[in-house]
């Protein structure tokens, strides 16, 4: 699989149907309010190299500069497992708006659960000056990890340079992080809402951490 490759809109055919950023799992396509159409957000930041968002397009306005023209038919995101090159463990960063709960929560579950195969690390591209206090309390009843002893907000200049980027949903402004591979998990902040949606979205960030243990694995 190539990864020399990075995708264009045609913007003349684009009719901004955003067809490219529903299929896209990896977050590669954000909408652009002011022009109505897709962006692409992470620049030549599309590692993956699926081609999915070229086959999915109804008006082919997506092409891909410096492609070799192959296509990876094959290619499926949950089973996918990317190669990546790096001495001792991969570190993953979870990235979200205020590094105050999704990301914050992936941290905790992700040493907890997963730290035999990767390094975890969360940030924000703003902070706020606390850890939601929902978040805490929860993750606290349900793992018996207490994330203000063991975590605190940090921006993405804090942390390690990350061999994997997670962006926990695309409120995120997707800032450019070069990384080997990037995953993009679509999560709702729960932020301001009830215990219930709380625990959902903890389940869904548990769930992930262990489908994404599984691709680590080398």
């Known amino acids: 699989m190539s990864k020399g490759w990075y995708p264009v809109i045609d913007f003349d055919k684009c009719v901004g149907c955003m067809a490219c950023n529903d299929m896209c799992r990896h977050g590669v396509y954000k909408p652009d309010p002011e022009m109505g159409k897709p962006k692409v957000v992470y620049g030549n930041g599309c590692v993956n190299g699926c081609h999915g968002c070229e086959r999915e397009c109804p008006v082919g306005a997506i092409h891909y500069l410096g492609d070799d023209g192959t296509l990876d038919i094959d290619y499926d995101y949950e089973s996918y497992r990317p190669e990546i090159l790096c001495e001792g463990k991969p570190k993953v960063a979870f990235i979200c708006v205020h590094n105050s709960c999704r990301s914050q929560i992936a941290e905790a579950l992700g040493k907890k659960m997963a730290s035999d195969v990767f ?90 951490i262990l489908k994404l243990r599984q691709k680590l694995i080398r």
């Open 119 to 208: 390094e975890s690390f969360s940030a924000g591209t703003e902070l706020k000056d606390h850890i939601n206090p929902d978040a805490v309390r929860l993750v606290k009843e349900v793992y018996g990890i207490d994330m203000e002893k063991e975590q605190c907000n940090k921006l993405i200049s804090d942390i390690p340079q990350p061999d994997v980027v997670v962006f926990m949903g695309c409120n995120v402004s997707c800032p450019n992080i070069p990384s080997q591979y990037t995953e993009n998990w679509g999560l709702d902040d729960p932020s301001g809402k009830g215990d219930e949606d709380f625990l959902v979205t903890i389940h869904l960030i548990e769930e992930n």
